[in-house]
């Protein structure tokens, strides 16, 4: 620890105490007020982080739960029910357990993993068929792109969305693919599904 066993002088610590303030720490899907440690440097030159404090404040893992019980099905009006116990005091203190909370996490989760998603290096993959789908959501149409391995591993690659379904779209979608890395010089077998756009680019591909 920067400031050393606490009572016992020693002259090659970093950092000095000085006291607490306000703060929360993560704890089983939901945040936890607690007494936050304070430190400042031995030089004068202000006040430091304390590196596991910094670590169990951390909030990025609300946003993986919310998203991996979201996907499991776990309604945000049922979240709390998802959630480990931690003792009937600490549950009457803990906050981030709302429906709005869990609903903006969740978006702010899928948002990252999408773009996750969209940027992956697609060189590495050695992939013998390519799926592709399209999926309509009201007035909206996303064209997914499943790639299926050498060893029957699925690999999600991409999606493009429009206002329908058209060559234009799809052919968007493959331009990404191939940028991305995905080697097109190889035979693959491409599955569309039953769409006339996805039938005609594949169509006007093969010609």
Known sequence: ?????????????????????????????????????????????????????????DTEVLGRLALERMLAGL????????LEPVGARTETAATSTSRSAVSRRFVAQTETALAE??????????????????????????VVALGIGIDGTKHPL????????????VTDLIVGLRERGLDVTRPILVVPDGSKALRSWTCSTAR
Do not use: K, Q, W
């Not at 009572?7 to 703060?23: D, F, I, K, L, S």
């Not at 309604?75 to 998802?82: A, K």
């Open 117 to 142: 998603l969209l940027a992956a290096d697609l060189s590495g993959l050695d992939l013998v068929a390519l799926m592709m789908e399209g999926v309509h959501f009201g007035e909206h149409t996303c």
């Open 75 to 82: 309604s945000t009006r049922r979240y709390r029910v998802g």
């Open 1 to 57: 620890m920067a400031c050393g066993p606490r009572g016992r002088h020693n002259p090659e610590r970093t950092a000095v105490r000085h006291g607490h303030g306000v703060g929360s720490v993560t704890l089983g899907g939901r945040r936890v007020p607690v007494e936050r440690p304070r430190i400042r440097a031995v030089d004068g030159s202000g006040e430091l982080a304390v590196a596991l404090y910094e670590l169990f404040s």
């Open 158 to 169: 991409s999606l493009v969305e429009g206002s329908t379904e058209n060559a234009t779209l």
